[in-house]
């Protein structure tokens, strides 16, 4: 079955360079057209009704998550452009959103297009809603599992911990999650939120922490979770400094 697709990106020869990979390679996902801009997106989203849109992240009259929040309904999936940009790219883990880094090239092109058949659009939906959560623990942390989607708030994660090539994620109502990123993705996507790496095995978060002892942060419930040597003095100065 066609794939009906709109390409949303103010650099010509990369949208160009996209829609000929895309027709090269992926003959089922139909370009019906390129926008240069949000607000020249909007007008063709809203006439061609894509099910599939390739946005720039960046563009010269607004952002890709401004456009998408000027939109009524979202009865699309996303898949964002961007060039490297390390914020942007644990903005864009951090809710489970798909990306291409530029520039675009074809073996990353199939992952996404493969990906594209499992992902929803709730996932936009959901990052949209977390952009206008002002308080950061009251955010969701959107994590793909096997089975289902989760969509955890930041205050009912009371720890992480690793188990070598997974993590466990510690809620507050004693249920743990297993996912199978590493402690340090977790770590990449969590420190700019309040959560702190005070050991190999543990990254902890600073919401719940109730005191800090000599070798240990003590939570609210009398949890301790454990400092590491190495990460003793960059404990006491981060929690000094909630």
């Known amino acids: 079955m066609k794939v009906k697709s709109l390409i949303v990106e103010d650099n010509l020869f990369m949208a160009t360079l996209l829609s000929d990979l895309l027709k090269e ?4 996902i139909e370009v ?3 926008a240069k801009n949000g ?12 099910e599939l849109v390739f946005l720039d992240i960046e563009m010269p009259d607004m952002n890709g998550f401004d456009m998408l929040s000027k939109i009524g309904a979202i009865k699309f999936q996303t898949i964002f452009i961007t060039a490297h940009s390390h914020y942007a790219l644990k903005a864009f883990r951090f809710n ?3 990306y291409l880094l530029k520039p675009i090239e074809e073996a990353q092109l199939k992952q996404s297009i493969r990906r594209f058949k499992y992902n929803s659009i709730n996932n936009v939906k959901n990052a949209l809603s977390n952009l206008k959560t002002s308080k ?15 969509q955890i708030p930041l205050k009912q994660i009371l720890f992480i911990e690793s188990d ?3 993590s466990y994620i510690h809620l507050t109502n004693g249920l743990k999650e297993l996912s199978s990123k590493t402690l340090s993705y977790f770590e990449d996507i969590l420190k700019e939120k309040g959560f702190f790496r005070c050991h190999r095995s543990f990254l902890i978060n600073h919401y719940h922490i109730n ?3 000599k070798s240990f942060f003590q939570l609210i419930d ?4 454990p400092i590491s040597r190495r990460k003793n003095s960059e404990a006491k100065i981060w929690h000094s400094s909630l």
């Not at 607000?39 to 894509?50: D, F, M, R, S, T």
């Not at 950061?136 to 989760?150: A, N």
């Not at 009398?222 to 979770?225: A, L, Y």
């Open 96 to 98: 489970a959103l798909d």
């Open 211 to 213: 005191n800090i002892g």
């Open 222 to 225: 009398q949890k301790k979770i």
């Open 25 to 28: 390679n992926h003959p089922n």
């Open 32 to 34: 019906m057209d390129i």
């Open 164 to 166: 070598r090539n997974y």
């Open 39 to 50: 607000k020249e997106g909007i007008e063709k989203i809203n006439k061609l009704q894509p």
């Open 136 to 150: 950061i623990e009251d955010q969701r942390l959107i994590l793909p599992t096997q089975q289902k989607l989760l």
